[in-house]
């Protein structure tokens, strides 16, 4: 199930990403900046940066599933 998440540690960032619930696991489909304000270059400084996005995604995924008629 493709789901959307707007980060709540990065501002301004929309990622398109797949639960697998069977793995209990993320797959990122995509990032996008949704505003031209945006620095992307001082997201990259953070080393964690996708690690966090991943882990963000995750729990937002199973939550999303857990709750949905899916479940």
């Given at each position: ?19 697998n619930p069977v793995d209990d696991d993320i797959s990122i489909v ?30 937002f995924g199973r939550d999303e599933y857990r709750f949905s008629d899916?479940?």
């Amino acid at each position: 199930m493709k789901s959307y998440h707007s980060s709540k540690k990065y501002p301004g960032l929309l990622i398109e990403f797949i639960y697998n619930p069977v793995d209990d696991d993320i797959s990122i489909v995509g990032i996008t900046a949704k505003s031209d304000t945006i620095e992307l270059l001082d997201f990259f400084e953070d080393k964690n940066l996708f690690e966090n996005i991943r882990l963000e995604c995750w729990e937002f995924g199973r939550d999303e599933y857990r709750f949905s008629d899916a479940a």
